[in-house]
């Protein structure tokens, strides 16, 4: 009597080689195989309803921040915001001693939003505004959509510190 092969749906390479495995080296026997239940064993991933993209906060591999690539991103900052110690507010505030100073200090018209938010510009702070300033700070009026990178946000962070 011939045996009919089962089709086994699996969802891993190692289920596939194990039943390539049974069905060539076993499929020729005259008994039946034992049945094997094949269980997933990586979760489901998480899904959310919320539209905002997630954002790193560190970096997954550890490479020390280069001020001098932070330079280098800072002209991003640049049509809108000044680094020089007496420079003037451009478009946003002057950024020249931003790190480590006080959340929307200086004459600056900032918004509502960043008026009535206590703390420091500390580097959690700075990263998680630099990644998305509307979902650090909802209601800002800043216009840029932020930086993706978490080692491009770091290397800017230290720029910003080493001006003061």
């Known amino acids: 009597m011939a045996r009919q092969p089962q089709v086994v749906a699996c969802k891993s ?38 539209p905002r993209p997630v954002y790193e906060v560190a970096p997954l591999a550890y490479v020390p921040p280069d001020g001098s690539r932070g330079a280098e991103l800072y002209r991003k900052c640049a049509p809108c915001h000044s680094i020089a110690p007496d420079g003037p507010h451009g478009i946003g505030p002057k950024l020249f001693g931003v790190a480590g100073g006080p959340i929307a200090a200086g004459n600056y018209a900032y918004s509502d939003a960043l008026l009535n938010k206590d703390g420091m510009w500390d580097d ?27 080692q491009d946000r770091a290397d800017l962070i230290l720029f910003l510190k080493s001006q003061r």
């Open 13 to 50: 390479l190692g289920c596939f080689f194990l039943i390539t495995a049974s069905l060539a080296f076993g499929g020729c026997a005259s008994e039946p195989l034992p049945q094997v239940e094949i269980v997933d064993r990586w979760p489901a991933p998480v899904v959310s309803n919320d």
């Open 124 to 150: 959690a702070s700075l990263d998680a505004f630099i990644a998305s300033p509307r979902n650090a700070v909802p209601g800002s009026k800043m216009s840029f959509r932020g930086i993706e990178n978490p």
